[in-house]
């Protein structure tokens, strides 16, 4: 089990450079309220991969945790509500309820986002979800760190 922790807390540890990255790059186009829509289909594509971003975290810590996801026609929504479940000795929330909130935002966009094929982009709305993405910007590492030192500890 340790092997597994380890691996984990590297692959967290990667993805988190990834978040980085993405957050730098939606930094490099401001939302405006006469965005065109190449800026609006930018600032989208960074907002999604974001999520995948994330959503990978959780797969992984799900996956070494054994938190099988039950119901696979809301299993996004579903892995999301465990990771901010304390399950202690087993393992620790990965976030927290207003992490939850924020990323369940990006979360509801990034499905849109996928399968809204003919829906236009509304700089409006979009900033909502930027709002939640920014709002995780600073969150998001300290809470994830807590969940490596925990893997850290236990290896």
Known sequence: MKDRFIVLAR???QDME????LYDALAAYPLGPDAGDETLIVVSYY???LYNAFENIFE???AVFENHVD???????QLLERMRLDTMPLRPSAIDDEAYVALDELRRFRHVFRHAYGTKLEARRLSL????????KDRYAPLLRRFLDFLEAAA
């Open 11 to 13: 692959s967290i540890e």
């Open 47 to 49: 907002l999604h991969n």
């Open 129 to 136: 979800v930027l709002d939640s993405a920014r709002y995780l």
């Open 71 to 77: 119901d696979t026609g809301r299993w996004h929504a």
């Open 60 to 62: 992984n810590i799900g």
């Open 18 to 21: 990834e978040i980085a990255r």
